[in-house]
């Protein structure tokens, strides 16, 4: 079965400094890679994804995120933060398409982030 | 027009009573999901329904039960509420099965149970 590490509970970063939240993941074949992000009393919304292709894929609010198949990870970045982007952000992982059998995605616990002014 | 839409958005009742939530999604999706973030914000999903099919029942106490009308709406009825109940409860959707593609999330329905 897959499993989702995202290895930082907290993290403060000063508005206008770059960002990095960091994602592991554990599944033996090409995962199907996604991060959400949600605000205060409001659900998940998609940032962006990784199925195939280009390793570096780029989301909405500015964000982009790596695939890494040596390091197994898919870390999570943006340039610049704004006040914002202070929310809580989930790594998730999906099996793909299974034809018979079918499993939702897998989150991370999630990363909350704190924006300093 | 919302996409994916939960009733109620909270709900506080006593131990021992019976509720649900409601769930609709708008987007013709053939999957849909309920997801239980506690406390800490962990997500995790109890059930999936696809065609009116259950898919996943993720060792959920039989207390929960997904009821599927229609391929829009998927509710959630919960019997004999316990104080562990108390969380937030996501409905979401997706194109397909299996997870080729991205959740579409509600807003969620927070339940206190007293």
């Known amino acids: 079965a897959q499993s989702v590490t995202q290895p930082d509970i907290h993290i403060t970063v000063s508005e206008g400094a770059s960002l990095e939240l960091r994602c592991n993941y554990s599944y033996g074949a090409t995962p199907y890679l996604f991060w959400y992000v949600q605000s205060p009393g409001q659900g998940l919304q998609l940032l962006l994804k990784y199925f195939s292709g280009d390793t570096l894929v780029q989301g909405i609010k500015g964000f982009e995120a790596e695939f890494k198949r040596s390091q197994s990870s898919f870390n999570l970045r943006k340039p610049s933060v704004h006040w914002s982007d202070a929310a809580e952000y989930f790594c998730?992982?999906?099996?793909?398409?299974?034809?018979?059998?079918?499993?939702?995605?897998?989150f991370g616990k999630g990363t909350h982030l704190i924006i300093q002014p | 027009d919302t996409a994916v839409s939960q009733t109620p958005k909270y709900l506080v009742t006593q131990m021992g009573n019976d509720k649900s939530i409601k769930c609709e999604q708008n987007l013709g999706h053939d999957t849909m999901y309920w997801y239980k973030q506690d406390s800490k914000k962990f997500l995790k999903i109890m059930f999936s329904y696809n065609n009116k099919e259950l898919i996943i029942n993720e060792t959920v106490p039989n207390r929960f039960s997904p009821k599927s009308p229609d391929k829009a709406h998927l509710n959630l009825h919960i019997n004999s509420l316990e104080l562990g109940d108390s969380a937030v409860y996501f409905c979401?959707?997706?194109?397909?099965?299996?997870?080729?593609?991205?959740?579409?999330f509600g807003e969620g329905s927070r339940l206190t149970v007293l």
């Open positions: 998730a992982v999906g099996a793909g398409f299974s034809g018979g059998g079918a499993d939702g995605l897998t």
């Open positions: 979401a959707s997706s194109q397909y099965q299996g997870s080729t593609g991205e959740l579409f």
